[in-house]
């Protein structure tokens, strides 16, 4: 499948292992107006790319992310006026939750993570950081509102601590290891260099297992983060049972008695439920 060609990021395939690269190094990955239009162009070909398992993102440079690009705002007379009317609407594009990306994503935070960056963060399945990664949230020291970023990582991280990032702003960063013990990340790799390699071996790793109970799981798993606890059962019974009769769960235990790898079923699709 041929990637389209984009200005802010890079789209690679190695392997079964998508990778989405933020690639605005000169501006710490900073969210520009055209980058957040390519996000959607960019999860969506990823999630469509039949060859994709798993997705990994991360950032070229010194940064992962840092954020809507203040000095755009600041100086094209538009400001955050553009995107009133996609918040206002909840009709956001730009990660892989807001585009409903089925397949597992892993977050590999590279340097500086600050302000919009913890979208990424909030919205991956999984996250890993660079030994030298800091975490900073600087909303409020610029005179913005900490909200959905803060709001999607209390499902993964103690209130206080949430709490304490939003309202200390820039003034406080933290390292990976303390974001680790609050439960932000699940891996911390040294020496950081080594980071793409840890995503992609992880990646690999995840890629081994039958894309459709994947997906299947991962849409249980998110929408109990929306409901109450009877009806997160509920609709995780219906993801459980819509895989019987799938030809994974014969060809698993076919595999796992014969001692050889599994041949899943080719994906058609990186969001149906039919797969």
Request: hydrophobic share 45%; net charge negative; charged share 25%.
């Amino acid at each position: 499948m041929k990637y389209p060609a984009l200005e802010c990021l890079k789209l690679e395939r190695r392997g079964p292992v998508g990778w989405l690269i933020n690639n605005r190094p000169d501006q710490l990955n900073a969210m520009s107006a055209q980058m957040r239009d390519e996000f959607e162009v960019a999860w969506k070909t990823l999630n469509a790319d039949p060859e994709v398992r798993v997705i990994v993102h991360t950032g070229e440079g010194r940064a992962f992310q840092t954020g809507v690009d203040v000095t755009e705002l600041a100086t094209d007379g538009i400001g955050m006026e553009r995107y009133r009317e996609s918040l206002e609407n909840f009709d956001l594009r730009f990660t892989s939750w807001h585009n409903d990306v089925w397949k597992p994503v892993i977050t590999a935070v590279n340097g500086v993570c600050a302000g919009g960056g913890f979208h990424w963060v909030a919205d991956a399945d999984i996250v890993i950081a660079a030994s030298d990664a800091t975490f900073f949230d600087p909303h409020v020291s610029v005179g913005q509102v900490v909200a959905i970023e803060a709001i999607g990582l209390l499902r993964k991280m103690p209130a206080e601590a949430v709490l304490r990032m939003a309202f200390v702003g820039r003034h406080e960063r933290l390292t990976a290891d303390r974001v680790r013990e609050l439960g932000m990340i699940s891996q911390v790799v040294d020496p950081p260099d080594q980071l793409r390699v840890e995503a992609q071996k992880l990646g690999e790793t995840i890629a081994r297992n039958s894309p459709a109970a994947m997906a299947a799981t991962k849409r249980a798993l998110w929408a109990s983060m929306e409901v109450g606890l009877k009806d997160a059962c509920r609709l995780g019974a219906q993801e459980l049972v819509g895989m019987w009769g799938h030809p994974d769960q014969v060809e698993g235990p076919a595999a796992f008695a014969e001692k050889r790898e599994p041949r899943w079923a080719e994906q058609t699709s990186g969001s149906s439920r039919d797969e």
